[in-house]
């Protein structure tokens, strides 16, 4: 038993050691990431839920990293943040996915382009002034473009306001992302000037099994429609989930069921059909 033992620590520490050599290959690879250009975007459409018409996109960030392969920005993100490096990294998203709403927008596709924003890039100082540069760069028109904060930026809401404030001034929409995982109530959102509420995956992923999760949705809709801000569910992977989400009042959706993110290339498709109906 006292061999097992001994075993069993020396696999742990061996555990522990590659755990944190990743770690640490991950941390060097996001220092050189955005240079080396092994960051790319890809975008999930954003449908209206009764007629399945997408009326946007969401940019999700994608590395590929050259010795491990596809990193999940969960994984990543968090260590971005730790590091640093989201602000550069974040500045590049929010560049990039306004160039590319440029693009669609010059081919007729005229749909909305959200962006996650981390929170640490929203209490940047100079964090309106980057939305402004990119969208200055891109002449995207800013009322395409909706950016995805989460409950976190809550914690200062003095700040959040005045920022979401000039935000609105800028003349771009701002949403609740991961909404309900947190701390924040829904009467917080009463106060704040916000346009969009997500309702989070892991709700969505209960309304058929769970009749707690399903009257809280059932309540966020109403909510929405009390103090007017529009509520988009993610996640959605079945038929069933969507009839309960139009049956219940709630407009707009993305998950699965519609479409995955998508690199570029696949996205135009789908959007180039659209149009052309
Ligand atoms: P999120 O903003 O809540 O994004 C939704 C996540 O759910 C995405 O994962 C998306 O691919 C996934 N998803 C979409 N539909 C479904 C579905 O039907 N079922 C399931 N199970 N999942 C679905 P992804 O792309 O891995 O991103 C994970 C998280 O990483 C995002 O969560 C967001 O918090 C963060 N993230 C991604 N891109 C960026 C970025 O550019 N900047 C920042 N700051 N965070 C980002
Ligand atoms: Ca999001
Ligand atoms: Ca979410």
Redesign the pocket.
Known sequence: AKGQGKNNYQFYVHEDESILSRKIKLERGLKRALVNKELE??Y?PKVVLNSGDIYGV?????WNHPELGRI???EF?PI??EIGM?IP??KW?LEE?CIQNKIWQDLGIKIMMN????S??FEDSHFVDKVKIALAASQMPPKYLGL?I?ESVMQNINRTYAILEELKAVGVKVAI??FGTGYSSLSVLNNLPIDLV?I??SF??EILTNSNTASLVKTMVQMGENIDFDLVA????EQEQVAFLVGNGCKFG?????S??LPVSEVESLLIGKVEK
């Open positions: 975007l890809h999930q969401e940019a999700l960030l994608r999940p920005p969960t993100i971005a943040e989201i990294i974040g998203v996915a962006v996650n924003i981390s640490i890039q995805e989460t992302d991961d997500k989070d995956k969505v992923n993610e996640g959605i992977e993305q998950g699965y069921f519609f995955p993110p």
